[in-house]
């Protein structure tokens, strides 16, 4: 039997191939899942449906996570299709240029409030959301990065949004267990995406992960995509509220 035999997944964030939210779905269609994929927009619909078609997504729907009324039609969708959700995955973050780019100290009450709007509390929407349809338990992740908890040349912002990511999932992580609904957050080291692209400097950063990490190795989707099958899945069902860390071990060098 496959880890993930039958089960029900909601993906959320495949911007195209390179994103971390594709090597999940993957991952979890590979281990039996039916998963259910979101796109953010029309010029995003393009890239994201040749990949739903690849793993037979039964649903591929428009989600901005700023509108309400998509967020709920998204669900409706699920719960009229599956009557339950057994896995939900959040992979979306987004910060304004300017503020992204700035100093911290600098950074705009507007920008602030959008860059947690979107990369966080829409994870708590989205959770809300997954509850009441994940009432024989489920598991929620969410992808966070290790600046949360240092301080990474040109993360800036993102930083602190990610510190308050990983504190949402261990709220919502102490809410909602004793339902079996357990969330987690995934943290890989630096990968090669569009999300990424915006960031200065990121190839330095890529260069340095890859050269200080114990395996010098750089993280892959695909192994983001093992992690969070296995979170997913039965054998993960004591697991909650944690922070894996996916990077080779860069995390552990000085
Ligand atoms: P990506 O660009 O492939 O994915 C980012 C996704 O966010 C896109 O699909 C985009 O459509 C979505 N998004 C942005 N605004 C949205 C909105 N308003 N509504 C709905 N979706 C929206 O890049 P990625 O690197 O795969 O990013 C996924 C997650 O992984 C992000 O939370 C990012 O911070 C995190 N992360 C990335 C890295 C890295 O190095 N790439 C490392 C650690 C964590």
Redesign the pocket.
Known sequence: MQMLSGMKALV?????E????WGCAQAFHAAGAEVALTY?NDK?RAWVEPLAQRIGAPLLLP????DDAQMDAVFAEVARTWGRLDVLLH????CPKDDLHGRVVDCSREGFAQAMD??VH?FMRMVKRAEPLMSQGGSCMT???YGSTRVVDQYNV?GPVKAALEAVTRELATELGAQGIRVNAL?????K????SGIDHFDELMHLAAERAPTHQLTTIEEVGAYATFLASPGARNVTGTVPIIDGGFHITS
Do not use: E
Not at 12 to 16: Q, T, Y
Not at 18 to 21: F, T, V
Not at 91 to 94: P, T
């Open positions: 959320v964030g495949v911007a195209n390179h994103s971390i939210a953010l995003a989600l901005d996570v700023s992979s979306i973050a987004f979107i990369s829409s992808v966070t990065y993102m943290s890989p080291g630096p990968l995406t569009r999300a990424a």
